[in-house]
């Protein structure tokens, strides 16, 4: 059975509840899902409003043994001419969805939160990936949420899930916008680590006011700001 969890818990994503090594972490599927709260309004005004567009994106950092991203990327110039950068680095996010060790990476874009099941995916080969990866850190921002004033009081139903490579859901951490989410448009949801040889899971639930993820990346995770 998943294990399902509170804020700042950590679990051993090999193990299940009754501690025994049941799980295969050679793929691992993160996902993550989320429902846009339906807004209040008379008949009228449902009727003819159009249900707003909430982008949100899924990131993940790969840290060192100091907790910091080592690599992050080159510039790059993309077809239509624009300037991409942190491409190929130690982040993967929706301008360089593969990390180029081939161990990690983001599947499609659900830009609605619509339907039931995980919205967006990061696929991780745990049990590949290079010792000099100690930590991933696991992170959701909402695209122009400052301009478009949306932010994560706005979401409900909000999950990260870890599913083994039999597809197995190994471990759970739910939580819903409420007022201390108000005005917060990035939220850092989860972590995995290393610990004596094996990998661990911990929820953070960690919201920032910022809707870029670089401004998080600056402030906690690189050597120099």
């Known amino acids: 059975m998943a294990i399902n969890l509170q804020k700042g818990q ?103 939160g619509a339907g039931e099941g995980d919205d967006e995916q990061i696929i991780v080969k745990l049990d590949q990936l290079d010792q000099s990866y100690q930590r991933i850190v696991f992170l959701v921002t909402i695209y122009q949420g400052r301009r478009n004033n949306q932010h994560f009081g706005m979401i409900e139903n909000a999950f990260i899930r870890a599913v083994d490579a039999r597809g197995k859901e190994i471990t759970k951490y739910s939580l819903s916008g409420g007022a201390g989410m108000n005005g917060m448009c990035a939220l850092v949801f989860a972590e995995a680590y290393r610990h004596n040889g094996d990998w ?20 906690h995770y690189t050597y120099s700001n």
């Open 200 to 219: 661990k899971f911990r929820a953070l639930g960690e919201p920032h006011s910022t809707d870029n993820f670089i401004d998080i990346l600056k402030q």
């Open 10 to 112: 950590t679990i051993d994503l090999r193990k299940n509840d009754r501690g025994e090594s049941v799980y295969d972490l050679s793929k691992v599927t993160i996902g993550l899902g989320w429902d846009v709260r339906k807004q209040g309004g008379g008949f009228f005004e449902k009727l003819f409003s159009k249900e707003a567009e909430y982008d949100l994106d899924a990131v993940a950092f790969l840290l060192d043994g100091n907790g910091k991203v080592a690599n992050l990327g080159k510039t790059v110039q993309t077809s239509d001419g624009r300037q991409v950068g942190l491409y190929q680095g130690d982040i993967v996010f929706f301008n360089s969805m593969q990390h180029r060790s081939g161990n990690i990476w983001l599947t499609g874009d659900n830009r609605t």
